[in-house]
T-cell receptor, first 116, second 112 residues
């Protein structure tokens, strides 16, 4: 079946640096991908909609200059956390659905970000 | 906030018993989905039910949707220890089934 892959699964970065997380659809084309964040023992919160070939659409309260999203191809979206701070430490999960996946949305395995 | 609520927040049952989780939401939806998440892992899609549907089945799972009450339920029959996980309902407000608002989730523990 369709698979969405995220990389890295875990990353530790120093405060003030930037870190990039990749989300790939492995066997289908994803015109739209979604980025969520999840704090421990909490639910998922939609951060933004990543649109292939155009700008991402951010949810209210999400800083677009801090969370840069690029969806340059039909199989890859990247989330870059810029000038990371300890409060950005979280579980970031992407999802994708599009041609070839039917209506089913597939989630990546998530990326644990720890900012020290 | 459009975020829905789930109850119970935590549920502990014996293997073989049925588990029922409920989800309520606040505004009209296009679709409602249920997901499962094992600790620290990604989500697994279980069932999608559209606003014009009332019930769906998939294996041991049964989902109902009552749009007049803005609520849904997930029933897992004959539970197994491997069903231990967190379960989330997620509501979609557009035909884009990927744009979801998640409920707070129910943590299910199935004791062997």
């Amino acid at each position: 079946g369709a698979v969405v892959s995220q990389h890295p699964s875990r990353v530790i970065c120093k405060s003030g640096t930037s870190v990039k997380i990749e989300c790939r659809s492995l066997d289908f084309q994803a015109t739209t991908m979604f980025w969520y964040r999840q704090f421990p023992k909490q639910s998922l919160m939609l951060m933004a909609t990543s649109n292939e070939g155009s700008k991402a659409t951010y949810e209210q309260g999400v800083e677009k200059d801090k969370f840069l999203i690029n969806h340059a191809s039909l199989t890859l979206s990247t989330l870059t956390v810029t000038s990371a701070h300890p409060e950005d430490s979280s579980f970031y999960i992407c999802s994708a659905g599009g041609w070839g996946s039917g209506n089913t949305i597939y989630f990546g395995e998530g990326s644990w970000l720890t900012v020290v | 906030s459009q975020q829905g609520e789930e109850d119970p927040q935590a549920l502990s049952i014996q293997e073989g018993e049925n588990a029922t989780m409920n989800c309520s939401y606040k505004t009209s939806i296009n679709n409602l989905q249920w997901y499962r998440q094992n600790s620290g892992r990604g989500l697994v899609h279980l069932i999608l039910i559209r606003s014009n549907e009332r019930e769906k089945h998939s294996g041991r799972l049964r989902v109902t949707l009552d749009t007049s009450k803005k609520s849904s339920s997930l029933l897992i029959t004959a539970s197994r220890a491997a069903d231990t996980a967190s379960y989330f309902c997620a509501t979609g407000y557009t035909s884009n089934t990927g744009k979801l608002i998640f409920g707070q989730g129910t943590t299910l523990q199935v004791k062997p």
